[in-house]
């Protein structure tokens, strides 16, 4: 730690562009902060350096010639260290198993307080207050290891299609790292390191996503169902992935209803496109039919782009294309850690993790829950949520 | 108002006092390395964010901001450093960030010139304590006078030890990204020299030009008249080579007309072998070894390679992304390198007041879980990714590495 007078001295140099003090002048005023040389020699290789400690370090590694000196201090030293570590550790897993304690009271207590109740108009008032909402929203969830682990995944899915609908957030990305939902394969996570060295794997793993996709609008459709009643007052849904067809009715511009354009991620959409697109530019440009000058930033952007608007516009429905970078990133679960979602699209992207308060604690925050949602939202339009409506 | 400016000024003034302050360097002295007993990040990065507004909330000029926020960079490498994190990685300056006021920009460049070249005078020292400093970014956009002292300091610390500091100069990543790209294609599209190639053939113990030849033979034997009627290149082309050549080069130059490329099968038969299209001479050239691998195959590429060709390559994955000032995005810096188990932390404190105090629990919150998933590795939300082990023994050599405090 640098004293209060020598950082006024620092300070007043930097004002004059470094014309104040010499070279010298400067090493004068480091030294004490150094480490003894003496100290450093038989951690670095001594040959480089012995002719510079004769140079620079004289007075002080000259008094001191031994090598090792003081073994005890040195180990007493390690001892209080290792004590100290022990002690703040254990200090601060008292900090944090209270503040979980708090935020989870806090938490039922904004889930009793914020419910959906399925009613639209309640969810419609929840985001009335807000400045702005986001445009595209991307969720990342996980896939947890119970039985009934996909299950409860596409419920998880179709409560957030419901919200986004009801709080006329237009588009939702939803990532899911192993592919999405393995449906002949329960436990997806437990087999997933067993896939990953074969990249081809993965894009089996995506072929199962495309069998999934009629059955998650299914579901989804039923649980629009419960939240609006009966279809004419449904919001039109199109669920699609990158590379297969969209699935769902066309929005009918003319009603009043919203519509919800639902997109499904998986970790082959990350990097393994942007692997992809290297392959299918290092070929063209193998057969002369590029030249590797021609790679901007705005054409990978328009080929990445390309991928997650391209199913919208072959089907002819894209009036208003799927917007490639989400607002909003919501990572339920207990801290923010991006698992493998696209990186191309997430730069300008705010990110929220509904776990975040609680110093990367397990088995809190990953429950996909309205009042995280929520908080989520708030956030995003930088207010404050409040006890009581 | 006036009453907290006293209080503040007071509590300055006791924290400048000398016992107070030998008590505090002792103290994070001993925080830090206890946090040196645990599990450390590898790699950290830093967004500093948040010099302009603290100082505008301070009233100072935006310049005296950035000066202040080189201290706390200071403070904060020097806690990063002696805690065991082996790379630093900052964003100085986006390339973007030339779109601001040229005042600053201009201020900006400055510093980081001042800096650099002081760094130079003090090569010595350097030497022994410094880290290694790489600048990553597009560098061609940096006016000369900055080039030459990046050029510099760069060179200068080339050889230092296992500590990087690396500086994103003029940087965004979606262009870290296309660059990786481009040379990832560049590097692919250039042929492959024989010397490297040499144990192709070995593996394909079959000559694909024999087999062609072979087939060539049999159907002219059934169908000659016809076959000559078809191509008649070819058999121009027979005059100035022999005929197992042409019939080679038809077929390359076939291939290139079925890719659509712009050459003309003519062109390229004309040319075959000459010093007109280099690339393509070297590859008809190559051609008579085989067909296809004369460039490596792009099925090859993976994410490996590409991570290789980012700016980034050689050093430890990203375990942590810090950013400061409130701000929770990640603005185009370390899109690649941050997405698969870095921890992102956002904190809610301008980068200029950014000390150990804020550090402090974001480090213990890593190492507790750390910690934890390697306790109980099968839990959620684990980190697949490998822990750092290093440390053990050359622990020794750190604690007698740090400054003698008790020596006083």
């Not at chain 1, 003081?70 to 007493?76: D, Q, S, V």
């Not at chain 1, 682990?149 to 919200?163: Q, S």
Request: proline share 6%; with cysteine; glycine share 6%.
């Amino acid at each position: 730690m640098v004293s209060q007078t020598d950082r006024e001295i620092l300070r007043a140099e930097i004002r004059s562009r470094g014309d104040k003090l010499n070279a010298a002048d400067r090493e004068n005023l480091l030294k004490p902060y150094l480490p003894d040389p003496a100290d450093l020699a038989p951690a670095n290789s001594t040959s480089s350096t012995s002719p510079r400690r004769s140079r620079a370090g004289t007075s002080s590694s000259q008094r001191r010639q031994k090598p090792r000196r003081k073994p005890i201090r040195t180990f007493l030293k390690s001892q209080l260290y290792r004590l100290t570590y022990a002690i703040t550790h254990i200090f601060f897993g008292i900090v944090v198993r209270l503040l979980q304690a708090y935020h989870a009271v806090v938490d039922r207590i904004f889930a009793i307080v914020y419910h959906h109740h399925r009613t639209p108009e309640l969810i419609r008032k929840d985001v009335r207050g807000l400045k702005r909402l986001p445009e595209h929203l991307s969720v990342i969830l996980t896939l947890h290891k119970e039985d009934d682990a996909l299950a409860a995944l596409m419920d998880e899915v179709a409560e957030l299609a419901a919200w986004s609908a009801c709080a006329g957030i237009p588009q939702l990305s939803v990532y899911e790292k192993s592919g999405k939902d393995s449906c002949f394969n329960q436990h997806g996570r437990s087999t997933w390191p067993n896939m990953k060295p074969q990249a081809n794997s993965l894009a089996s793993a995506l072929g199962v996503l495309k069998s999934c996709i009629p059955a998650l609008h299914q579901i989804i459709s039923t649980k629009l169902a419960s939240y609006f009643g009966t279809p004419s007052q449904q919001p039109s849904l199109q669920l699609f992935a990158p590379h297969h067809p969209i699935h769902g009715t066309a929005p009918n511009h003319k009603s009043e209803t919203p519509s919800l354009t639902l997109l499904l991620l998986s970790s082959t959409d990350g990097r393994e496109t942007i692997v992809d697109l290297t392959k299918t530019l290092a070929e063209m440009s193998q057969n002369g039919k590029l030249s590797p000058e021609d790679i901007t930033p705005e054409l990978v952007d328009a080929e990445i782009s390309e991928i997650t608007t391209q199913p919208l516009r072959a089907s002819g429905r894209g009036v208003s294309p799927l917007k490639p970078e989400p607002d909003l990133l919501l990572v339920f679960g207990p801290f923010l850690k991006l698992d493998g979602y696209p990186p191309w699209q997430i730069r300008l992207t705010e990110m929220y993790c509904t776990g975040d308060r609680n110093h990367g604690m397990t088995g809190y925050g990953e429950a996909v829950e309205y009042q995280g949602f929520m908080r989520g939202l708030w956030h995003y339009a930088g207010a404050q949520m409040r006890f009581g409506r | 108002m006036a009453g907290s400016m006293h209080l503040s000024r007071l509590r300055r003034w006791f924290l400048a006092s000398p016992p107070i302050e030998f008590a505090i360097s002792n103290l994070k002295e001993l925080l830090v390395g206890a946090l040196r007993q645990g599990p450390i990040p590898q790699h950290v990065a830093f967004v500093m964010d948040g010099n302009r507004r603290f100082a505008r909330s301070h009233g100072i000029e935006t310049v005296e901001g950035h000066n202040l926020g080189f201290e706390a960079l200071a403070r904060i490498l020097e806690v990063c450093y002696k805690s065991g994190v082996k790379v630093v990685t900052i964003y100085a300056f986006s390339i973007e960030n030339f779109k601001r006021s040229k005042f600053e920009v201009d201020a900006l460049m400055d510093m980081a010139k001042v800096k650099l070249s002081q760094m130079a005078q003090h090569g010595d020292l350097l030497d022994r304590y410094g880290a290694k400093v790489r600048v990553l970014g597009r560098l061609d956009l940096l006016k000369p006078d900055v080039l030459a002292a990046v050029n510099k300091a760069v060179d200068l610390t080339s050889r230092n030890g296992d500590r990087v500091l690396n500086i994103c100069f003029p940087y965004t990543s979606r262009d870290e990204m296309t660059t990786a790209i481009r040379d990832t294609v560049e590097d692919y599209s250039t042929p492959l020299r024989p010397a490297l190639f040499a144990n192709g053939p070995a593996r394909t113990p079959f000559s694909e030009s024999h087999i062609a030849h072979n087939i060539r033979a049999q159907t002219l034997g059934s169908s000659r008249p016809q076959d000559t009627h078809s191509d008649s290149e070819s058999t121009s082309a027979e005059s100035s080579a022999q005929e197992d050549d042409a019939v080679l080069r038809n077929d390359h130059a076939s291939r290139v007309y079925e890719s659509g490329s712009s050459f003309s099968s003519s062109t390229t038969l004309h040319l075959g072998g000459q010093d007109g299209h280099h690339s393509k001479a070297a590859a008809s050239g190559n051609t008579s070894d085989g067909d296809s691998p004369m460039y490596m195959s792009p099925e090859t590429i993976s994410r490996q390679i590409l991570t290789d060709h980012m700016l980034t390559k050689g050093t430890p994955p990203l375990d942590m992304l810090v950013r400061t000032s409130g701000v929770e995005r990640l603005s185009d810096f370390m899109l690649w390198q941050c997405h698969e188990n870095t921890e992102i932390v956002f904190l809610d404190v301008l980068w200029p007041e950014f000390d150990l105090w804020h550090f402090l629990p974001v480090l213990l919150g890593w190492q507790r879980r750390i910690s934890k998933s390697r306790q109980n590795p099968n839990a959620e939300g684990n980190f697949a990714g490998d822990t750092p082990e290093t440390s053990e023994e050359d622990a020794d050599n750190m604690v007698l590495r740090q400054t003698k405090v008790k020596a006083i």
